[in-house]
Protein backbone atom coordinates (compact mmCIF):
# COMPACT_ATOMS: atom_id res chain seq x y z
CA UNK A 1 0.00 0.00 0.00
CA UNK A 2 0.90 3.42 -1.01
CA UNK A 3 2.23 5.87 1.87
CA UNK A 4 -1.05 7.96 2.88
CA UNK A 5 0.84 10.84 4.95
CA UNK A 6 1.61 13.56 2.95
CA UNK A 7 3.84 16.60 3.67
CA UNK A 8 4.08 15.51 7.08
CA UNK A 9 7.81 13.61 8.86
CA UNK A 10 8.16 10.13 9.92
CA UNK A 11 7.67 10.50 13.62
CA UNK A 12 4.20 11.84 12.82
CA UNK A 13 3.56 9.38 10.41
CA UNK A 14 4.67 6.85 13.26
CA UNK A 15 2.16 8.36 15.69
CA UNK A 16 -0.30 7.92 12.60
CA UNK A 17 0.56 3.91 12.66
CA UNK A 18 0.73 3.40 16.38
CA UNK A 19 -2.81 5.36 17.03
CA UNK A 20 -4.51 2.95 14.68
CA UNK A 21 -2.68 0.09 15.63
CA UNK A 22 -1.47 -0.76 12.38
CA UNK A 23 1.99 -2.39 12.42
CA UNK A 24 4.56 -0.73 9.55
CA UNK A 25 5.89 -3.19 7.24
CA UNK A 26 9.46 -3.62 7.78
CA UNK A 27 11.54 -4.19 4.93
CA UNK A 28 12.97 -8.02 5.05
CA UNK A 29 16.58 -8.69 4.43
CA UNK A 30 18.30 -11.75 2.97
CA UNK A 31 19.18 -12.77 7.20
CA UNK A 32 15.52 -12.14 8.18
CA UNK A 33 12.06 -13.20 7.39
CA UNK A 34 9.51 -11.91 8.16
CA UNK A 35 6.36 -13.87 9.27
CA UNK A 36 2.91 -12.98 9.63
CA UNK A 37 0.93 -10.04 7.79
CA UNK A 38 2.83 -8.84 5.53
CA UNK A 39 0.59 -6.05 3.48
CA UNK A 40 -1.93 -3.98 5.02
CA UNK A 41 -5.62 -4.98 5.01
CA UNK A 42 -8.86 -3.50 4.23
CA UNK A 43 -9.42 -2.81 8.23
CA UNK A 44 -6.14 -1.12 8.51
CA UNK A 45 -6.66 0.99 5.85
CA UNK A 46 -9.84 2.22 7.51
CA UNK A 47 -7.84 2.51 10.51
CA UNK A 48 -5.03 4.32 9.18
CA UNK A 49 -8.34 7.08 7.62
CA UNK A 50 -9.50 7.24 10.72
CA UNK A 51 -6.40 7.77 12.60
CA UNK A 52 -4.69 10.66 9.78
CA UNK A 53 -8.11 12.75 9.60
CA UNK A 54 -7.64 12.66 13.95
CA UNK A 55 -3.49 13.85 13.43
CA UNK A 56 -4.11 16.32 10.61
CA UNK A 57 -3.17 19.75 10.89
CA UNK A 58 -6.00 22.25 11.43
CA UNK A 59 -4.43 24.66 9.84
CA UNK A 60 -4.14 22.51 7.21
CA UNK A 61 -6.44 20.12 6.46
CA UNK A 62 -6.46 16.86 4.40
CA UNK A 63 -6.66 16.90 0.92
CA UNK A 64 -10.51 16.51 -0.75
CA UNK A 65 -8.79 15.33 -4.02
CA UNK A 66 -6.35 13.14 -1.65
CA UNK A 67 -9.30 11.47 0.52
CA UNK A 68 -11.00 10.99 -2.99
CA UNK A 69 -8.00 9.21 -4.39
CA UNK A 70 -7.28 7.24 -1.62
CA UNK A 71 -10.66 5.91 -1.19
CA UNK A 72 -10.71 5.28 -4.80
CA UNK A 73 -8.23 3.06 -3.98
CA UNK A 74 -9.65 1.07 -1.60
CA UNK A 75 -12.70 0.51 -3.68
CA UNK A 76 -10.06 -0.65 -5.85
CA UNK A 77 -8.44 -3.36 -3.76
CA UNK A 78 -11.13 -4.41 -2.30
CA UNK A 79 -12.71 -5.50 -5.55
CA UNK A 80 -9.83 -7.04 -6.41
CA UNK A 81 -9.73 -9.16 -3.31
CA UNK A 82 -13.50 -9.98 -3.94
CA UNK A 83 -12.70 -11.26 -7.48
CA UNK A 84 -9.74 -13.00 -6.77
CA UNK A 85 -11.87 -14.94 -4.15
CA UNK A 86 -14.72 -15.82 -6.77
CA UNK A 87 -12.11 -17.04 -9.50
CA UNK A 88 -10.34 -18.91 -6.79
CA UNK A 89 -14.14 -20.88 -6.03
CA UNK A 90 -14.81 -21.03 -9.90
CA UNK A 91 -11.25 -22.72 -10.08
CA UNK A 92 -12.09 -25.03 -7.50
CA UNK A 93 -15.31 -26.29 -9.00
CA UNK A 94 -13.83 -26.61 -12.70
CA UNK A 95 -11.24 -29.26 -11.64
CA UNK A 96 -13.59 -31.24 -9.83
CA UNK A 97 -16.08 -33.27 -10.82
CA UNK A 98 -19.78 -33.54 -8.70
CA UNK A 99 -21.87 -36.73 -8.20
CA UNK A 100 -24.76 -35.63 -11.02
CA UNK A 101 -22.08 -35.07 -13.21
CA UNK A 102 -20.41 -38.04 -13.00
CA UNK A 103 -23.67 -39.71 -12.72
CA UNK A 104 -24.89 -38.93 -16.29
CA UNK A 105 -21.88 -41.77 -17.54
CA UNK A 106 -24.01 -43.97 -16.43
CA UNK A 107 -25.20 -46.26 -19.49
CA UNK A 108 -23.07 -44.16 -22.36
CA UNK A 109 -19.76 -45.48 -24.19
CA UNK A 110 -16.61 -43.49 -23.24
CA UNK A 111 -13.28 -43.27 -24.67
CA UNK A 112 -10.68 -43.18 -22.25
CA UNK A 113 -6.74 -45.35 -21.61
CA UNK A 114 -6.86 -49.04 -21.80
CA UNK A 115 -6.35 -51.99 -23.56
CA UNK A 116 -9.73 -54.21 -23.22
CA UNK A 117 -11.86 -53.76 -26.58
CA UNK A 118 -15.31 -55.07 -26.93
CA UNK A 119 -16.75 -55.48 -30.36
CA UNK A 120 -18.95 -53.20 -31.79
CA UNK A 121 -22.74 -54.38 -32.59
CA UNK A 122 -21.34 -54.08 -36.36
CA UNK A 123 -17.95 -55.81 -35.67
CA UNK A 124 -14.89 -55.11 -35.12
CA UNK A 125 -13.42 -51.83 -32.55
CA UNK A 126 -13.44 -48.11 -32.52
CA UNK A 127 -10.18 -46.71 -30.14
CA UNK A 128 -7.64 -43.98 -30.20
CA UNK A 129 -4.00 -43.56 -29.59
CA UNK A 130 -2.43 -40.64 -27.28
CA UNK A 131 1.23 -39.79 -28.68
CA UNK A 132 3.36 -37.50 -26.18
CA UNK A 133 5.30 -36.29 -29.11
CA UNK A 134 5.15 -36.36 -33.08
CA UNK A 135 5.66 -39.57 -34.70
CA UNK A 136 7.11 -40.91 -37.99
CA UNK A 137 5.63 -44.42 -37.63
CA UNK A 138 2.66 -45.39 -35.75
CA UNK A 139 1.69 -49.22 -35.30
CA UNK A 140 -1.52 -50.61 -33.61
CA UNK A 141 -1.54 -54.00 -32.78
CA UNK A 142 -4.49 -56.02 -31.68
CA UNK A 143 -4.90 -59.70 -30.21
CA UNK A 144 -8.15 -61.52 -29.49
CA UNK A 145 -9.03 -63.19 -26.33
CA UNK A 146 -6.38 -66.40 -26.49
CA UNK A 147 -3.50 -63.59 -27.15
CA UNK A 148 -3.34 -64.25 -30.76
CA UNK A 149 -2.34 -61.54 -33.16
CA UNK A 150 -5.37 -60.39 -35.53
CA UNK A 151 -4.60 -57.28 -37.00
CA UNK A 152 -1.88 -54.43 -37.25
CA UNK A 153 -3.03 -51.00 -38.14
CA UNK A 154 -0.40 -49.13 -39.80
CA UNK A 155 -1.21 -44.95 -38.82
CA UNK A 156 2.28 -43.82 -39.73
CA UNK A 157 3.38 -40.42 -39.39
CA UNK A 158 1.42 -38.69 -37.13
CA UNK A 159 1.38 -35.30 -35.08
CA UNK A 160 1.16 -34.81 -31.31
CA UNK A 161 -2.09 -35.74 -29.61
CA UNK A 162 -4.75 -38.18 -30.24
CA UNK A 163 -5.54 -40.01 -33.07
CA UNK A 164 -8.25 -42.22 -34.04
CA UNK A 165 -8.58 -45.45 -35.59
CA UNK A 166 -11.07 -48.11 -36.96
CA UNK A 167 -10.72 -52.04 -37.22
CA UNK A 168 -13.70 -53.67 -39.14
CA UNK A 169 -13.20 -56.84 -37.36
CA UNK A 170 -11.53 -58.78 -40.06
CA UNK A 171 -7.70 -60.29 -40.72
CA UNK A 172 -5.39 -59.42 -42.74
CA UNK A 173 -7.14 -62.35 -44.91
CA UNK A 174 -10.73 -60.75 -45.14
CA UNK A 175 -11.96 -63.40 -43.06
CA UNK A 176 -14.54 -61.98 -39.95
CA UNK A 177 -12.86 -62.50 -36.80
CA UNK A 178 -15.33 -62.65 -33.35
CA UNK A 179 -12.82 -63.45 -30.26
CA UNK A 180 -13.29 -60.62 -28.25
CA UNK A 181 -12.87 -58.98 -26.07
CA UNK A 182 -9.69 -57.78 -27.65
CA UNK A 183 -6.15 -56.42 -26.30
CA UNK A 184 -4.93 -52.92 -28.25
CA UNK A 185 -1.13 -51.96 -28.13
CA UNK A 186 0.56 -49.25 -29.59
CA UNK A 187 3.85 -48.84 -30.67
CA UNK A 188 5.02 -45.21 -32.04
CA UNK A 189 8.53 -43.80 -32.95
CA UNK A 190 10.21 -40.91 -34.38
CA UNK A 191 13.11 -41.92 -36.18
CA UNK A 192 15.10 -44.25 -34.21
CA UNK A 193 13.49 -42.62 -31.24
CA UNK A 194 10.83 -44.44 -29.22
CA UNK A 195 7.72 -41.91 -28.57
CA UNK A 196 5.13 -42.59 -25.27
CA UNK A 197 2.11 -43.85 -26.50
CA UNK A 198 -1.17 -44.49 -24.92
CA UNK A 199 -4.09 -47.17 -26.03
CA UNK A 200 -7.82 -45.41 -25.67
CA UNK A 201 -10.51 -47.77 -25.91
CA UNK A 202 -14.04 -47.20 -26.02
CA UNK A 203 -16.04 -49.17 -23.41
CA UNK A 204 -19.63 -48.59 -21.53
CA UNK A 205 -19.62 -47.53 -17.81
CA UNK A 206 -22.04 -49.35 -16.13
CA UNK A 207 -21.82 -47.63 -12.14
CA UNK A 208 -20.26 -44.53 -10.32
CA UNK A 209 -18.75 -45.03 -6.86
CA UNK A 210 -19.34 -42.19 -4.63
CA UNK A 211 -17.74 -42.24 -1.36
CA UNK A 212 -18.20 -39.27 1.46
CA UNK A 213 -14.75 -37.38 0.65
CA UNK A 214 -13.32 -38.49 -2.23
CA UNK A 215 -14.01 -37.43 -5.76
CA UNK A 216 -16.56 -39.96 -7.65
CA UNK A 217 -15.15 -43.08 -9.66
CA UNK A 218 -16.33 -44.34 -12.86
CA UNK A 219 -16.96 -48.38 -13.48
CA UNK A 220 -16.12 -49.52 -16.77
CA UNK A 221 -16.58 -52.51 -18.53
CA UNK A 222 -13.15 -54.35 -18.74
CA UNK A 223 -11.26 -51.51 -17.13
CA UNK A 224 -12.65 -51.40 -13.86
CA UNK A 225 -12.06 -48.04 -12.04
CA UNK A 226 -11.50 -44.75 -14.01
CA UNK A 227 -11.62 -41.34 -13.07
CA UNK A 228 -13.83 -39.25 -14.76
CA UNK A 229 -10.84 -36.97 -15.84
CA UNK A 230 -9.36 -39.22 -17.90
CA UNK A 231 -11.92 -39.72 -20.50
CA UNK A 232 -11.40 -38.51 -23.85
CA UNK A 233 -14.94 -38.72 -25.10
CA UNK A 234 -18.25 -39.82 -24.56
CA UNK A 235 -21.05 -40.92 -27.14
Do not use: C, H
Not at 129 to 143: G, H, K, P
Not at 190 to 207: D, F, H, M, Q, R
Not at 215 to 220: F, I, T
Amino acid sequence: MVDMISGTDRAAQDAIYQAAGVAQAKPQTNATVTTGQSQLGQKDFVRLMTAQLQFQDPLSPQDNTQMVAQMATFSQVAGISEMSSTLQGIASRLGTTSSSDAMSFVGRTVLTEGKTAYERTAGGIMGGVELANSATDVNVSITDKNGLAVKDIQLGKQDAGMIDFSWDGKDAAGNKVENGPYTVTVDAANGGTIVGAKPLVWAPVETVSLSAGTEPVLNVTGLGKVDPSAVRKVA
